[in-house]
């Protein structure tokens, strides 16, 4: 049922309400309040009552002048939000869970064609994964509007020049987005070339970077800390019952938070005792184990946490319509708890992928092999697995060699220690 025609505070009371409903923590609502203050005085600044968003819109436009969302500073991005969900509370009776969606990258003209052809073609050549067709269209749309604004239109008009301005832009504070954007625009400058729509292949001159990326440190949590997490979360209510069953699959099972989101009845075996499911990143078959304590906090859940739904997936909402969860909803349960429990999280990683990280460490502790841990954790290879080996430090030490002891008469040789 939509709600239309509301007054400002009808509506920020109705809001705050169902906030509270959400079990919303109160530095949370404060911050939608303070918000909306602002919001209600420019209101009453021009005699307005009664909501809607064009309102909103000509609010937001009196606080930042005329924007783009996605370059917004975070804390701006998170009080537009915060002004946008009004609209979307009055027409739906609820919050529109999930990120706000970035507007589509548009190729325009001459050579915004060229770019969708030329991306087309390194598709059908090498099947490309869609997150790097992402970053593709990413880099190439900010090529294009670099070249725009320049007045270029056509792609014989690119010179050298253009190319290496580009490239100064970049922000050498993030080598990786600098690594990705010169591989890209080498490739797409030498297909100009092949396609003879310049007369010099540019590729040559651009820049090779020494960029490796080194993979950080797993981010794991003590037994203490998981214990403490485990003892925050309130299984006496349907929330409190789903998040635990959620929890244990992380933390004995090592699922990811998109398989956690994207469980289904048809994925659990209640004869055999076993989940059956594709793993969403890898697309890899597992199999895993009904383990008697996950078995129980799921029975529990679907007995008597779960809403009444003919959702196919395991794993809902807890406010009406009842939809299935998403991974965030998953990061963003494991945010709330950690801030309950008292944990510090400071400079370390705290995402769901921290709980996958801490079922193989204790499988490590615990003296298991490489590749059962590998098979259990649903790698396509064990050099993947390799990766939780640096969080072993007991098992590291065991292979330190002792340095031997040399004579004094090594260090007084030339280039060694004298006074």
Request: charged share 25%.
């Amino acid at each position: 049922m939509e709600k239309k025609n509301q007054i400002i505070d009808e509506l920020i009371d109705n809001f705050h309400r169902y906030l509270r409903t959400m079990r919303r923590s109160g530095r949370t609502i404060r911050l939608y309040l303070a918000a909306w203050n602002k919001l209600r005085i420019y209101m009453a600044e021009r005699r307005v009552n009664v909501y809607t968003a064009k309102i909103g819109e000509a609010f937001l436009l009196s606080e930042f002048g005329k924007y783009n969302y996605s370059e917004l500073p975070i804390k701006r991005q998170h009080f537009a939000s915060k002004i946008e969900a009004l609209a979307d509370f009055q027409n739906t009776g609820r919050i529109l869970l999930g990120k706000r969606l970035k507007p589509p990258k548009i190729f325009t003209g001459s050579v915004g064609k060229t770019m969708e052809a030329f991306i087309e073609c390194k598709r059908n050549m090498y099947g490309l994964a869609p997150i790097t067709i992402s970053n593709y269209r990413l880099y190439l749309h900010t090529f294009l509007c670099f070249l725009n604004d320049r007045a270029i239109r056509v792609a014989s008009k690119i010179t050298q020049a253009e190319i290496s301005q580009f490239i100064r832009r970049s922000n050498p504070a993030k080598p990786a987005a600098r690594h990705m954007a010169l591989c890209i625009l080498r490739n797409f400058t030498r297909y100009l070339y092949e396609e003879k729509l310049i007369s010099k292949d540019y590729g040559k001159n651009i820049p090779s970077d020494n960029y490796r990326q080194q993979a950080q440190i797993p981010s794991t949590f003590s037994k203490e800390e998981i214990d403490g997490l485990i003892a925050a979360i309130d299984r006496g209510n349907p929330k409190g019952k789903r998040d635990y069953a959620i929890f244990l699959l992380a933390l004995k099972l090592g699922f990811r938070a998109s398989d956690i989101a994207n469980l289904k009845f048809a994925n659990i075996s209640w004869n055999t005792y076993e989940f059956n499911f594709e793993q969403q990143k890898t697309a890899k078959s597992i199999t895993l184990p009904i383990l008697p304590e996950v078995g129980n906090a799921l029975i529990d859940y679907l007995k008597y946490g779960r809403p009444v739904s003919s959702e196919k997936h395991v794993f809902l909402q807890v406010i009406p319509p009842y939809q299935k969860i998403a991974p965030h909803d998953v990061a963003n349960c494991l945010r709330f708890y950690l801030r309950r429990a008292g944990i510090n999280v400071h400079n370390r990683k705290h995402g769901p992928h921290a709980l996958r990280h801490s079922f193989a460490s204790c499988l490590l502790n615990n003296g298991t092999p490489l590749p059962v841990i590998s098979e259990a954790l649903g790698h396509t290879t064990s050099l993947s697995t390799m990766f939780y080996l640096r969080i072993d430090t007991s098992s590291l030490r065991q292979c330190a060699l002792e340095a031997p002891r040399l004579p004094f008469a090594f260090y007084m040789q030339k280039g060694g220690y004298h006074e």
